[in-house]
């Protein structure tokens, strides 16, 4: 079948690279796409939020899957304009419908929903200009660091965690009365500061059945040693070691099957990934977020793992047989590193050319594009976070080695990468 990925990140590359190994996957289309997506399918340039171009497009090219990567389209309700238009409703969408990715794109939606169904998260209450005042008395006797949820999608910086009550009343009247954020940061989720560990679990879901993909842990410090600004990721690891039987089996039982059960019990039509921000606290898990997609950069270790074809996988999920799949996971570990461009997440300089592409790719090793462009023969850098290379390895620690080594042989002008991804699963060599 055509299928046709909307995206244009590193998430987006490494399922154009799985997807393409399907013997089911004939043309292969990435919206708008990147230099590396290029070279495992056919870079269309519609942007991800276009849907009549990218619905005119589907019938023009006989696509019969649509695979959604980043929030927006969801949030915005891509899914229903192609699932209630008769003629776009034979193709399957991947992602789920736009009341069921409130869960993302409304952090009260979500809170309320987990709330229904005694799903552990952090507990809070919701302030907007009708409750103002109450807000500010809230924050005022709230124990510290006290954290600040804009409501609606605000491009990963909608979240605040304020250490004194002066910097919280000053940033709830930035959101609330000034907007901050936008309409939708309007209203505000005020919410306890849980301190533990965090990890990202991801389930498939035909809105009826589940399958768990493997876990993975982001670092989203720019810094060595998780520190410095927030950025979108600058790498991850699959498996997470602190993630095993005793704790994913609470993870199960409390947060992923009430999920997909209360999705289903409230008509929430979802076909698509629930990736579950998860925090561990002692050793009991809590939800930090959910979000109705694939992870990025986790999706650059989560997907080499999965054995499966991909692109059965997906048509299980649009047709609801789900129950019919079992996951088949690559027991190797998988690590990915991002290489920025300096500067980023702050001011950084795009348009740099890429050196070393062809010769750094070794065996057992992926390069995948974020922000970069073909320029006639040449690879140009057009995003903070470039590229990313995942490995697999024994163990976390080779397959960061392996990493290392690829990404010696890369170079752009300023480019920058954290060399300390995974350092607290470490494997200490055998004379350590
Ligand atoms: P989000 O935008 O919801 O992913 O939140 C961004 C980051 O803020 C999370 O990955 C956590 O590191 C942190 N965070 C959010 N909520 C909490 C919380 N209740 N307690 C501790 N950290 C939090
Ligand atoms: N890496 C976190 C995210 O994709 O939201």
């Not at 035909?206 to 670092?219: F, H, M, Q, R």
């Not at 990404?407 to 060599?429: Q, V």
Request: hydrophobic residues 40%; contains cysteine; charged residues 20%.
């Amino acid at each position: 079948m055509n299928i046709l990925i909307a995206g244009s990140g590193g998430r987006e590359h490494a399922l154009a690279w799985k997807l393409k190994q399907s013997h089911l996957c004939e043309q292969l289309y990435i919206a708008p796409g990147n230099a590396g997506t290029g070279t495992v399918g056919t870079n269309v340039p519609i942007s991800v939020t276009d849907f009549a171009a990218l619905a005119a497009f589907c019938i023009k090219n006989q696509v019969e899957m649509l695979v959604v990567g980043p929030e927006e389209p969801l949030v915005k309700g891509i899914y229903d304009h192609f699932t209630t238009n008769p003629s776009l409703s034979h193709i399957m969408v991947i992602g789920p419908s736009k009341q069921a990715a409130k869960l993302e794109g409304s952090k009260a939606f979500a809170k309320e929903f987990m709330q229904r169904h005694d799903i552990p998260t952090a507990g809070y209450r919701e302030f907007d200009e009708t409750n103002y005042p109450e807000g500010t008395e809230y924050i005022k006797t709230h124990p510290l660091p006290v954290v600040l949820k804009a409501d609606g999608l605000a491009a990963g910086k909608g979240v605040i965690i304020c250490t004194n009550h002066i910097e919280a009343l000053a940033e709830f009247e930035l959101m609330v009365q000034q907007a901050k954020f936008g309409d939708a940061g309007k209203k505000v989720v005020i919410e306890e500061f849980l301190t533990g560990i965090e990890l990202s679990v991801f389930a498939l879901t035909d809105g009826k059945n589940y399958v768990l993909l493997p876990e993975a842990k982001d670092y989203k410090r720019v810094g060595k040693g998780d520190t410095g600004a927030n950025t979108g990721g600058m790498g991850a690891v699959s498996p997470v070691p602190f993630a095993d039987e005793i704790f994913m089996e609470k993870v199960i039982t409390r947060i992923v099957e009430p999920s997909i059960k209360g999705l289903q019990k409230e008509n929430l039509d979802y076909k698509g990934v629930v990736f579950f921000g998860l925090i561990k606290v002692k050793d009991e898990p809590f939800v930090i977020e959910y979000n109705c997609r694939f992870g990025d950069p986790e999706t650059e270790v989560v997907i080499p793992r999965v054995e499966n074809d991909l692109v059965e996988l997906f048509t299980a999920v649009a047709q609801q047989r789900l129950n019919e799949i079992t996951i088949k996971v690559n027991p190797q570990a998988a690590v990915t590193v991002v290489a920025v461009s300096s500067g980023y997440p702050g001011n950084y300089q795009a348009g740099k050319s890429i050196s070393g592409l062809e010769d750094a790719a070794i065996e057992g090793s992926m390069i995948f594009h974020a922000g970069t462009t073909q320029e006639g023969t040449e690879v140009i850098s057009k995003g903070g976070r470039v590229l990313t290379v995942t490995s697999y390895g024994d163990n976390i620690t080779d397959a960061v080695g392996q990493s290392m080594y690829v990404m010696e042989n890369l170079f752009f002008d300023g480019i920058y990468y954290r060399d300390d991804i995974g350092y607290e699963f470490a494997t200490l060599p055998p004379s350590a």
